[in-house]
T-cell receptor
Framework: AQSVTQLGSHVSVSEGALVLLRCNYS??????LFWYVQYPNQGLQLLLK??????LVKGINGFEAEFKKSETSFHLTKPSAHMSDAAEYFC????????????FGTGTRLQVTL | EAGVTQFPSHSVIEKGQTVTLRCDPI?????LYWYRRVMGKEIKFLLHFVKESKQDESGMPNNRFLAERTGGTYSTLKVQPAELEDSGVYFCASSQEFTLGNTIYFGEGSWLTVV
């Protein structure tokens, strides 16, 4: 079965600093990988997804993630944090034969300080 | 275009009572999913409808949970009788297809507190 591990339940960065949220996956077959974000009092919103095309994926709001098969990782980055990026971020995996069912990590709450 | 809508947004009930959560998917989306996040844990899959048929209900925790999607439009998730461990956020999601990598759109969630 596939799984996702998100290192760090809470991450704090200064405004303007690099954002790095870590995600490692486990899957015996090629995975599709997703990052979702949940802003306060809102639903889950898709940030970006990897679907076996380009390994560097660009998403909304300046975020990007790189699929590294050798490291089984799909870390989320943003060069310069903004206060509005404060939210909870979820990494998820889906594999063939599961009808797009998503397996999520435990989430990382990002705090952005002045 | 309206997104996935869920009702109620918050519900507080006593142990042993019944709660029914409703989800309206994006119009035209045949695939409807229910997920749940218990406090501090990961978001977990509950079940998947294709139109009115249950495609996969492997994540349903026990028979106190009943999901329906009559007519293939909106769906309800009933918890009867509710237990303390059922507290959490229940997310509904929908997608147009269930091909791998297809985008799944989530609602804002229904927060359930059982006291």
């Amino acid at each position: 079965a596939q799984s996702v591990t998100q290192l760090g339940s809470h991450v704090s960065v200064s405004e303007g600093a690099l954002v790095l949220l870590r995600c490692n996956y486990s899957s015996s077959v090629p995975p599709y990988l997703f990052w979702y974000v949940q802003y306060p009092n809102q639903g889950l919103q898709l940030l970006l997804k990897y679907t076996s095309a380009a390994t560097l994926v660009k998403g909304i709001n300046g975020f990007e993630a790189e699929f590294k098969k050798s490291e089984t990782s799909f870390h989320l980055t943003k060069p310069s944090a903004h206060m509005s990026d404060a939210a909870e971020y979820f990494c998820a995996v889906s594999v063939a034969g599961t009808a797009s069912k998503l397996t999520f990590g435990t989430g990382t709450r990002l705090q952005v300080t002045l | 275009e309206a997104g996935v809508t869920q009702f109620p947004s918050h519900s507080v009930i006593e142990k042993g009572q019944t709660v029914t959560l409703r989800c309206d998917p994006i119009s035209g989306h045949d695939n409807l999913y229910w997920y749940r996040r218990v406090m501090g844990k990961e978001i977990k899959f509950l079940l998947h409808f294709v139109k009115e048929s249950k495609q996969d209900e492997s994540g349903m925790p026990n028979n106190r949970f009943l999901a329906e999607r009559t007519g293939g439009t909106y769906s309800t998730l009933k918890v009867q009788p509710a237990e303390l461990e059922d507290s959490g956020v229940y997310f509904c999601a929908s997608s147009q297809e269930f091909t791998l990598g297809n985008t799944i759109y989530f609602g804002e969630g229904s927060w359930l507190t059982v006291v």
